[in-house]
């Protein structure tokens, strides 16, 4: 099985920064691709960034397009979201998930990582 583990998050000042990574192992790193997503307390889990196996080709949600950058290294099965201008709704549990389509859906993805907890205060 693929495993992702996440790491990372913590407690940021609004306007900061913070850069999440996620870790694979179980599969062949470079064959999926890489979506974040987040949950806050109270609302659904949403879609934030997605990466191709190759990194050609990136989505990202509204909400973060032009602050947050995924990215990966295949050659160190770690796929990272670089959060800047952080704010304090972007305070969540962050997810790494793995699939074999990029997408913005999280029905597309197969394996989840354990979330790690981004919060941002004023």
């Known amino acids: 099985q693929v495993q992702l583990v996440e790491s990372g998050g913590g407690l940021v000042q609004a306007g900061g920064s913070l850069r999440l990574s996620c870790t694979a192992s179980?599969?062949?790193?470079?064959?999926?691709?890489m979506g974040w997503f987040r949950q806050a307390p109270g609302k659904e889990r949403e879609f934030v960034a997605a990466?191709?196996?190759?990194?050609?080709?990136?989505y990202y949600a509204d909400s973060v397009k032009g602050r947050f950058t995924i990215s990966r290294d295949n050659a160190k099965n770690t796929v990272y979201l670089q959060m800047n201008s952080l704010k304090l709704e972007d305070t969540a549990v962050y997810y790494c998930?793995?699939?074999?389509?990029?997408?913005?859906?999280?029905?597309?993805?197969?394996?989840w990582g354990q979330g790690t907890q981004v919060t941002v205060s004023s």
């Open positions: 990466i191709s196996r190759s990194g050609g080709i990136t």
């Open positions: 998930a793995s699939g074999y389509v990029v997408s913005r859906a999280s029905g597309r993805y197969d394996y």
């Open positions: 179980g599969r062949a790193f470079s064959s999926y691709a």
